[in-house]
């Protein structure tokens, strides 16, 4: 089985991610916590980074744009690249805009900052790099609306590697729920991305970043605004659920009254309440005697 190693914010794994399943190529995920520098990760990719893919045959490959041409080039049935050399350039050249440009202006200030750092415990966010960010995404958007105004798609008429590359580093974004409402929805807006294949990869997640402190016993509060969206009280219990992609998801534990329908039997007649009576002294009586044993 093809195997891709990712992390769940890399925008660069979310893109191979995508061509995968456009070219419907089979595939199975492992997260990889690259902070953790793991021998058997180092011996596959030395530079320690995601994403990487290893083939069914063994072949192992590194970084996100050697992944795609790789791709792009022994599965060449779904093409994502252009068809003639001006229309590949120009793909080459939005591909290298989001990836190291938009990455470096935006992504990096906002997903790194905001998240990453966080989770590595690198220290508190820079306010200064947020600022930035937030200040470059319009730039960027106001740009991605010239494009789409002029082109059936970013980099011409077929719908390629340029848009993955950008619905990538905008999915990231959408996670922290960090593109600004004023600015309009890359996939809902640009509807010629809404691609049936396309959309189920791009998570589109509105929720705000709340945060809470973990004390030295190992508890938390869990805030106010989760607990009402939640619908949770005192005594209530919650679960923690992994996704694919390596997040938790908080649950609360509860089953209503009509999921329980149908998981007894249909009793073959109508019982008194008398007998239901009788049937729970019964079952206590039980209960009582076997802890006496």
């Known amino acids: 089985m093809r195997t891709l190693y990712h992390l769940w914010l890399s925008p660069f794994a979310r893109k191979i991610r995508i061509i995968l399943k456009e070219k419907h190529l089979d595939f199975e995920m492992k997260i990889e916590k690259v902070w953790e520098r793991r021998p058997e990760f180092l011996a596959l990719n030395p530079a320690g980074e995601v994403p990487v893919l290893v ?17 792009e080039e022994v599965y060449p049935d779904r093409p994502l690249l252009g068809a003639t050399a001006a229309a590949r350039a120009e793909c080459r050249r939005l591909i290298s805009w989001f990836d190291l440009k938009f990455n470096r202006e935006v992504t990096h200030n906002l997903v790194e900052e905001k998240m990453m750092k966080r989770f590595l415990g690198l220290g508190e966010p820079s306010s200064q790099a ?3 960010g937030y200040a470059n995404i319009r730039y960027h958007l106001d740009y991605i609306g010239y494009l789409v ?14 848009d993955i590359a950008a619905a990538a580093h905008m999915s990231s974004l959408d996670y922290l729920g960090d593109r600004p409402s004023t600015t309009p929805i890359w996939i809902s807006d640009v509807r010629r991305l809404a691609d049936p294949s396309f959309s189920p990869y791009h998570a589109v997640r509105r929720s705000a970043m709340i945060s809470a402190k973990l004390t030295s016993k190992g508890q938390i509060t869990i805030p106010k605004v ?3 969206r939640l619908k949770l009280g005192t005594g209530d219990r919650i679960q ?8 938790i998801v908080l649950a609360p534990v509860r089953i209503s009254i009509r999921a329980l329908k ?8 109508a019982l008194t309440l008398k007998e239901m009576d009788e049937a729970v002294a ?11 044993t």
């Not at 069914?56 to 790789?70: K, W």
């Open 226 to 228: 989760v607990r009402d």
């Open 55 to 71: 083939e069914p045959d063994g072949t192992t490959l590194a970084d996100a744009n050697v992944i795609a041409e790789y791709l």
């Open 149 to 162: 105004e002029r082109r059936k798609y970013l980099a011409g008429d077929e719908f390629g590697l340029a």
């Open 262 to 269: 149908g998981i007894l039997p249909a009793p073959k007649r």
């Open 282 to 292: 019964a079952g206590a009586l039980r209960h009582f005697r076997r802890r006496k």
């Open 240 to 247: 923690f659920v992994t996704d694919e992609d390596g997040r």
């Open 130 to 132: 947020i600022r930035a």
